[in-house]
Nanobody, 122 residues
């Protein structure tokens, strides 16, 4: 059973960088052919795919967030990380990590973390 657990600060100030970590257990993030995504849901809105990192390390980003987003991984710790720079209150959302066999919101995600609330406010 694969488990994903997000962690990071729940409050970030405007213009700062949001940093989250997803720790994966029960399976390796290097296992072919899985993609590990960050997905968020702002209050009262639908899910938004932020980006993903593939089993071999390639990264993919939402065009609307690409300029501010970086996704990396630490294979020794079986973790993936998200950094979103220059945040504004519009980046307030519940952030999830999830696994799929492709990337993008249209993919079928079989495992999800419980999500972590991030609020951008001064």
């Amino acid at each position: 059973q694969v488990q994903l657990q997000e962690s990071g600060p729940g409050l970030v100030k405007p213009s700062q960088t949001l940093s989250l970590t997803c720790t994966v257990s029960g399976g390796s993030i290097t296992t072919s052919y899985y993609y590990w995504s960050w997905i968020r849901q702002p209050p009262g809105k639908g899910l938004e795919w932020v980006g993903a990192i593939a089993y071999e390390g390639s990264d993919y980003y939402s065009p609307s967030l690409k300029s501010r987003t970086s996704i990396s991984r630490d294979t020794s710790k079986n973790q993936l990380s998200l950094q979103l720079s220059s945040v504004t209150p519009e980046d307030t959302a519940v952030y999830y990590c999830a696994r799929s066999e492709d990337y993008g919101l249209g993919s079928r995600y079989d495992y999800w973390g419980q999500g972590t609330q991030v609020t951008v406010s001064s």
